[in-house]
């Protein structure tokens, strides 16, 4: 069974930054493309970014667009996001997520496996 390991989160200022870690274990990492989601505070869960099974096709939310960077290491199993410029409206508990397919999805119901979340505070 997959399983999925979120680390990095914390509080920080706005403007600042943050990496979120993600590691995967259980099956083949990269027969999975992987995303992050998050869920503020009576707001419902939203896609924030996802990367393709190998690397090589990224996609992400336009409020994060130019500020978040999704990667990912295939020798460590790991998923990372990295967030710059950091805002109040980023704070929410952040989800990894494994797809069932190799390919970029940004639908919830296309990830069968979640984290447990990390949070992320940011203070104005």
């Known amino acids: 069974q997959v399983q999925l390991g979120e680390s990095g989160g914390g509080l920080v200022q706005a403007g600042g930054s943050l990496r979120l870690s993600c590691v995967f274990s259980g099956r083949t990492f990269t027969n999975y493309a992987m995303g992050w989601f998050r869920r503020a505070p009576g707001k419902e869960r939203e896609f924030v970014a996802a990367?393709?099974?190998?690397?090589?096709?990224?996609d992400y939310a336009d409020s994060v667009k130019g500020r978040f960077s999704i990667s990912r290491d295939n020798a460590k199993n790991t998923v990372y996001l990295q967030m710059n410029s950091l805002k109040p409206e980023d704070t929410a508990v952040y989800y990894c997520a494994a797809s069932g397919t190799s390919g970029v999805v940004h639908v919830p119901g296309d990830y069968p496996y979640w984290g447990q979340g990390t949070q992320v505070t940011v203070s104005s």
């Open positions: 990367i393709s099974w190998n690397g090589g096709s990224t």
